[in-house]
T-cell receptor, first 113, second 116 residues
Framework: DAKTTQPTSMDCAEGRAANLPCNHS???????VYWYRQIHSQGPQYIIH???NNETNEMASLIITEDRKSSTLILPHATLRDTAVYYCIVRVVPDSGNTPLVFGKGTRLSVIA | DTGVSQDPRHKITKRGQNVTFRCDPISEHNRLYWYRQTLGQGPEFLTYFQNEAQLEKSRLLSDRFSAERPKGSFSTLEIQRTEQGDSAMYLCASSLGQGATNEKLFFGSGTQLSVL
């Protein structure tokens, strides 16, 4: 699976949009981009995933650049409960078998009141 | 609550003792994963099951570690002769199965192991 690069930490004011970048310049055509987050003392939580189109769900939006070498996770109105470590993961989803999620160190997002 | 439960939440043991953790996945999920996480690091993959079959093991999973998933339902992870380096959070996750959407993992809250 392709390697990802994320900033170590970011701050965001409560109520503002949090934009979390992820670089995956070696991504290949069949690799998906997944985002998970981990709130303190809990297991990781799935947020969103995409292949090449932008995606939106009730938690966040995922913007993938046209060349797919980077993406941005957007939390439109960050709250204090969004304070967490956010992981960007690139992964092949095979037709059969499995490729486990490989987590990096992620970005520690602090939402400030 | 994700629907994946792990027991116990915390375990303190002395070096050399054996410990066993249990994971109950979401009932209709075919796949079950074990991860380990140490402070400041992301979770590291240990092993996964498709129903009752253990299909992949990381080289992190030494001979002292064994995992089972009898009948394809709950799973246990046993660590024999624990060492201080085994101190970590052990996370269990489950997923529905094949495909990018079905492969969304649902994690439990983990078992925090401290080896004294």
């Amino acid at each position: 699976d392709a390697k990802t690069t994320q900033p170590t930490s970011m701050d965001c004011a409560e109520g503002r949009a949090a934009n979390l970048p992820c670089n995956h310049s070696t991504i290949s055509g069949n690799e998906y981009v997944y985002w998970y987050r981990q709130i303190h003392s809990q297991g990781p939580q799935y947020i969103i995933h995409g292949l090449k189109n932008n995606e939106t769900n009730e938690m966040a939006s995922l913007i993938i650049t046209e060349d797919r070498k980077s993406s941005t996770l957007i939390l439109p109105h960050a709250t204090l409960r969004d304070t967490a470590v956010y992981y960007c993961i690139v992964r092949v989803v095979p037709d059969s078998g499995n490729t486990p999620l490989v987590f990096g160190k992620g970005t520690r997002l602090s939402v400030i009141a | 609550d994700t629907g994946v439960s792990q027991d116990p939440r915390h375990k303190i043991t002395k070096r050399g003792q054996n410990v066993t953790f249990r994971c109950d996945p979401i009932s209709e999920h075919n796949r079950l994963y074990w991860y380990r996480q140490t402070l400041g690091q992301g979770p590291e993959f240990l092993t996964y099951f498709q129903n009752e079959a253990q299909l992949e093991k990381s080289r992190l999973l030494s001979d002292r570690f064994s995992a089972e998933r009898p009948k394809g339902s709950f799973s246990t992870l046993e660590i024999q002769r624990t060492e201080q380096g085994d101190s970590a959070m052990y996370l269990c996750a489950s997923s529905l199965g094949q495909g990018a959407t079905n492969e969304k993992l649902f994690f439990g809250s983990g078992t925090q192991l401290s080896v004294l």
